[in-house]
Nanobody
Framework: QVQLVESGGGLVQPGGSLRLSCAAS????????MDWYRQAPGKQRELVAT????????NYANSVKGRFTISRDNAKNTLYLQMNSLKPEDTAVYYC????????????WGQGTQVTVSS
């Protein structure tokens, strides 16, 4: 099962940008469909963006469409989330998530990275 470690979070002003990374290890990264989730204080975890195994298909939550871009580099075993035009409501812990079908769904989660958008 793949292990996932996020990085790149921090404090940014409204309108700013951040790029999150998620490094995968312990198993082959290529077969995993990958996602970014986020969880704000007092709210449920929500799906932000998804990307297929080869990066040919992506989907986004309406709240981030046009501002965030999910991508992956399978040669580097890394998932990315480029976040532009950040808003205070984007403040949350962001989680990397991988899933693979092996007869049942196997899932892996990272530990999360905090993103705070504030002036």
């Amino acid at each position: 099962q793949v292990q996932l470690v996020e990085s790149g979070g921090g404090l940014v002003q409204p309108g700013g940008s951040l790029r999150l990374s998620c490094a995968a290890s312990g198993s082959m990264f290529n077969p995993y469909n990958m996602d970014w989730y986020r969880q704000a204080p007092g709210k449920q975890r929500e799906l932000v963006a998804t990307i297929s195994t080869h990066g040919t298909s992506t989907n986004y939550a309406n709240s981030v469409k046009g501002r965030f871009t999910i991508s992956r580099d399978n040669a580097k075993n890394t998932l990315y989330l480029q976040m532009n035009s950040l808003k205070p409501e984007d403040t949350a812990v962001y989680y990397c998530h991988g899933r693979i079908w092996t007869g049942t769904w196997q899932e892996s989660w990272g530990q999360g990275t905090q993103v705070t958008v504030s002036s």
